[in-house]
């Protein structure tokens, strides 16, 4: 069931996408001889799970000589990341500076947000429980440093203003115009400082943010919400209500996390001009040290889109096409299990090789129970491979 049948239905799909948009006026005679063409372009949007931090990754990456070095944590991922036009993870954690720290308050070496991006990721959301986890200066430390290397990110600001200007967040790649919103339902108990912001889940404040994302020309809105109860591989049902608003408000696509372990993922509306609308409750880990059951487990979406503009009479109509969207599950292979120097994400399906006995038993175990629930709860869409 899973096997590699997304391509061959992306490469289907996208060739009638310029006549099943909502918008689209495609093909029209003008009032002259001439015929309007359109042009299409194709955007590939890959969304992963939560990035987290625990204290043995950070004495993993440490070198004898005081550096951190993260390089092997994703190299059996970048392929697949870095082909995305826009990748998207979020970063559970704060780069407080020293001394660093996992559980229960995060401070990140820079190194590990140089090891992301390396691998691809483009956009980090920070609207997380963690986000407070270094308070103020943790905050906005980390802001500082996503600016300074230029990557775009959204749910925490340091000011109203800074949210004003960036909030929400456009992500502008081959033409298309994406639109983020990220919130988290709450701080760990520790409350923002002011003048800094945090993006909560606030149904009042999301409403107006969404009717801010509809003036931005979007061409498709992502909401990323950070709720969930940890552990539980179902949502619950105030998660379910706020995914079905978020959509009813305008929302295109919700793709949540914070759980720890996958929650189900849904194709809806697959038959409708735009098609359709994601909702994935929970992505899971994308590398921790966690060892729950279930905890080592996460997984990837990758949207396929397509947009069609026509130009005609020196006006412009344009339609986008979900034309194809699928999932990949990693694993993440911890040093105490696998013996290897550091954490390294695999792709779930095509690394036996990459992988000892006692790991491949426990990645068995995980991808098992995932299957099983995903099997029985998710809609319309498929699993698909990908290589190291
Ligand atoms: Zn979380």
New binding site residues.
């Given amino acids: 069931m899973y096997k590699l049948t997304f391509f061959a239905a992306v490469m289907m799909l996208a060739s009638t996408a310029c006549s099943g948009g909502s918008k689209a006026q495609t093909g029209v005679a003008s009032d002259s001889d001439s015929v309007a063409v359109p042009v299409e372009t194709h955007l590939t949007l890959l969304v992963a799970g939560?990035l987290?931090q625990h204290g043995p990754q950070i004495n993993a990456a440490r070198r004898s000589n005081g550096t951190y070095d993260y390089s092997d944590c994703f190299t059996n991922v970048k392929s697949e990341v870095s082909a995305a036009d826009v990748a998207v993870a979020?970063f559970?954690v704060t780069l407080g500076g020293p001394p660093f720290k996992g559980y229960p308050c995060f401070s990140a070496p820079d190194e590990y947000l140089r090891a992301i991006l390396d691998a691809g990721f483009d956009v980090l959301t920070t609207g997380?429980?963690?986000c407070l986890d270094t308070g103020k200066r943790g905050l906005e430390r980390t802001i500082m440093m996503l600016d300074s290397l230029h990557v775009p990110h959204l749910g925490t600001y340091v000011d109203k203003a800074a949210r004003e200007a960036d909030y929400p967040l456009l992500v502008e790649k081959n033409g298309f115009r994406l639109v983020l919103l990220n919130f988290?339902y709450a701080t760990n108990g520790l409350r923002v400082s002011a003048p800094n912001m945090v993006n909560y889940i606030d149904t009042t404040q999301i409403a107006a943010d969404i009717a801010k994302a509809k003036t931005m020309n979007p061409d498709v809105i992502i909401a990323i919400p950070?709720w969930g109860i940890?552990y539980a591989m179902t949502p619950n049902s105030p998660d379910v209500k706020l995914a079905d608003w978020l959509l009813a408000k305008g929302v295109d696509h919700v793709i949540g996390?914070?759980?720890?372990v996958l929650q189900p993922f849904e194709w809806r509306n697959k038959d409708q001009a735009n098609g359709g609308n994601l909702v994935a409750y929970s992505l899971g880990n994308y590398i921790s040290n966690q060892n729950k059951p279930n905890t080592g487990i996460g997984a990837m979406v990758k949207l396929q889109f397509t947009k069609c503009v026509t130009k005609e009479k020196g006006q412009e109509t344009s339609s986008v096409h979900l034309d194809s969207c699928a999932y990949t599950l990693t694993w993440c292979s911890r040093p105490a299990v696998s013996g290897q120097r550091n954490y390294r994400v695999v792709p779930v399906a095509t690394s036996d090789d990459l992988l000892n006995a006692s790991d491949r038993s426990r990645r068995n175990t995980d991808a098992a129970t995932a299957r099983r629930i995903f099997n029985k709860y998710n809609k319309e869409i498929e699993e698909y491979e990908f290589e190291p």
């Fill in positions: 939560d987290m979020n559970e997380n429980n963690h988290t950070h940890e996390g914070h759980p720890h």
